[in-house]
């Protein structure tokens, strides 16, 4: 618009590129900044105490702001997607293409989910993962109703330490750690939405294309919240 060049949707040659920095928060750093004060509690001994229960009695009230945040999470879901489909021309249309792109995303779910993260339960603690499972159910449906795996964490470690007995110091330092940097799900969607946002605009994908989308999602998955909102807020403006 600025130099009057035509920009051509299939020609990457005629793409305008920006750089642009959004503030967010450092989940990341967050979990390395809590290691290390952490640490250092542990160091300080009976002087340290005081400090370890403020930051226990700031977990204990954080669970339960999110349990209520959790409890109002559908209705503010149900006025957001209905102002979207307000917004649509032909809504028929719209969700036939969204059902196609929503059973891709929960087939790919569901083979991780169900098949491979369980196979390997089974090799590594040589047991069937049925009783495990089964005692994360309110941290499964949790992360189903928020898709947050942030949100979710205070229940996951609830849900470990209280049903499944695992060690609170393994429970508070591994999860915090798997929920930013192995966000699968999070890598999964990403690549998929990519492709379908690219077949919308009528752009030809072919192969090399899909598994560079694929590959790219899963090492920048520790960005991909952080760009996500970003530019989700751009498009709405």
Known sequence: EKTG??????DKDTWRFEDDWASSTNILGLVVFGVVTGIAIAQCGEEGKPLLRFFESISIVMMKVTTWI?????????????????????VAAEFARLGLYFFTVLLGLFIHGCIILPGIYV?????????????MGNAIVTA??????????????????????VDSRIAR???????????????????VAALFIAQL?????????VICSFKGAKRWQLCLKIVKMHYLKKFLN
């Open 201 to 209: 605009s009528g752009v030809d994908v072919n192969i090399g294309q």
């Open 5 to 10: 060049a035509m920009i051509y949707r299939k």
């Open 173 to 191: 330092f591994v999860l915090p750690i798997g929920a930013t940097i192995n966000m699968d799900g999070t890598a999964l969607y990403e690549a």
């Open 70 to 90: 959790i409890h109002l999470t559908p209705i503010g879901v149900c006025f957001l997607i209905a102002g979207q489909i307000l917004e649509m021309k032909d």
């Open 123 to 135: 090799i590594v603690t040589r047991t069937l993962p049925f009783r495990f499972i089964a005692n």
């Open 144 to 165: 189903f109703g928020t898709a947050s795996s942030s949100a979710t964490l205070p229940v996951t470690i609830n849900s470990l330490e209280e049903k499944n007995g």
